[in-house]
């Protein structure tokens, strides 16, 4: 089960941290990705990680801005998310991949969070 929680309202510019906090105990066997899904939009992978946190994905537009992290030991995954912008905008989902290997295929994850609404506005 993941939990993904953080979102909120945030000024252009601004930073934000998302977490996911996922239960069971294979944690460290499974990949991780934070999705998002705009109004009218398909769901995208803005960024994943690998098992043990050795291989990361990120989608070009969040390049440098959003940094994708795991603790093992508390079995969370995190989405730190700088400079904002208004086209950031979405809710964001993370996700669990049995592949191990990060991946930006919404296909190859087998456990998905609830929501967290993201608005960037001024």
């Known amino acids: 089960q993941l939990q993904a929680s953080g979102g909120g309202l945030v000024q252009p510019g601004g930073s934000l941290r998302l977490s996911c906090a996922a239960s069971g105990r294979t944690f460290t066997e499974y990949s991780f990705g934070w999705f998002r899904q705009a109004p009218g939009k398909g769901r995208e992978c803005v960024a994943a990680?690998?098992?043990?946190?050795?291989?990361?994905y990120y989608l070009d537009f969040v390049e440098g801005r959003f940094t994708i992290s795991r603790d093992d030991a508390k079995s969370a995954v995190y989405l730190q998310m700088n400079s904002l912008q208004v086209e950031d905008t979405a809710v964001y989902y993370c996700?669990?991949?049995?592949?191990?290997?990060?991946?930006?295929?919404?296909?190859?994850?087998?456990?998905w969070g609830q929501g967290t609404q993201l608005t960037v506005s001024s």
């Open positions: 996700a669990a991949s049995k592949l191990g290997g990060q991946t930006k295929w919404t296909e190859d994850y087998d456990y």
């Open positions: 990680i690998s098992k043990r946190g050795i291989n990361r």
